[in-house]
């Protein structure tokens, strides 16, 4: 407001009126009265000034160096009364720095977030403004207040606030004074927010292993936000697994083989391990890697002659219990042993190893077999082969006769007489000639068994005479009598019939007729 003591009708004035302007810029002022005969026209101020001129009724006079708000005054006498004119200098500066606090590196999905925006500098303060925004979305307008002037805002995070870019914009509105609206914002900061489920990955692994074999190892977790973000890794003890990892929706799974090795045997542990947003979680699983050696079969000989002695062992490696046969060995590690005298039903025979082995509670089973193969001369067993057979002339039948032995031998059977050979086993045509003893006889390299069958053939019976007779009469007592000579006239109404012996020669006759 402008501010004088008349002298009459005369008047000071201060030009400019309350100046806007930069800090550390210099200002001109220029005090001028109506005066006609003014009297040391001065201006006071706290800042450094220097007289740029003056004249009957005015001086001109430079501030420099400008930094703050000041109060400036005009003064001068006018026929003995002093004239004052004062105006108020406003200086304005853009805000040093506008920063826009670090976010955390990772925000969970449903919790709130604080912005918080400190600006330095800037003047004046009454037009200074700090704006918070999430792209050019604004979240909260404050005043700035302080210094550092501090505005914040509170957001609940939400999976769309993947990747959002928030800043911090300090606005100088010199509008009201004839100037602009300045604008200076914080450089960006990007967040990132996840959602990582509080339940443990499902692993899915084995609960022993062979060392020297593999087996697949499965670990799922659901409901990961970004999903492809999660890092996950799995481990055998300090032992690093190389996983496949796949992504279906939210669920990201890693899949692994698990090779045990031998400087790993005894109880371990397999770990998954996925990560999100800094936070972790995790599954254990506990695996036994063993070793199970065997079992392992020994025959001291495995083809032998009859009549000798086989040593039979088995083995496995510690901690195995063997079996052999159906019987236990004393102790687990030690091994089942037993001796046989071979026979001719050891032939053939096998000799069974079982393996045992406990591994946390569950109960690991391995068996081997070995053959036993024992030389014996060969033999006929008469239940297999009869030894009297009853057969009609001209009639198909087998001879059943079976011969056994290792090796195999060969079976046949000969005529006591012409050595004709009888077939064994296929169906033949017995003859009369068929008839007699045979030699069955079974010959392999360790010799010969011999058992005698006795054939029986039966041939056809002729026909009685005398019933040819018989038949014949009993025809002629249906047909009627006969003229022909030689031969009995029946009487049809006689029912007794006189027999006499036939002779050969009417026999003859008789069979002839």
Known sequence: PLTSSPSREFSLQMEPQDPVLPAGRSLLVNCSTSCPHPELITLETSLPKEVIDEDQGWAAFRLSNVTGDSKIICSAFCNGSQMTSSSNITVYRFPELVELDLLPRWQPVGENLTLQCHVW?????AQLTLVLLRGEEELSRQPAVGEPAEGTATVLAGRGDYGAKFTCRAELDLRPRGLGLFQNTSAPRQLRTFVLPMAAPRLVAPLSLEVGTSWPVDCTLDGLFPVSEAQVQLALGDQMLNPAVSIHGDTLRATATVIARADQEGAQEIVCNVTLGGESREARANLTVFTFLGPILNLSETNVTEGSKVNVSCTAGPR???????DLA????????????????DDGRYFFCNAILEVDGEILHRNVTAQLRVLYGPKIDPAKCPQRLAWKDRTSHILQCEARGNPVPQLQCLHEGSRREVPIGTPFLVKLHHNGTYHCQAVSPRGTYTLLVVMHVQGKQKRVILGVVTAIVALMCIFGKQTRSGFYHVNQQDTSLPLRPVQP???VELEQS
């Open 505 to 507: 020669k009417e026999a």
């Open 330 to 345: 004393r102790a687990p590690g030690e091994p089942a042993q037993l001796q046989v005298t071979a026979t001719e039903g």
């Open 320 to 326: 195995v219990q063997v079996m052999l046969d159906g």
């Open 121 to 125: 500098g800037g003047a004046p303060r």
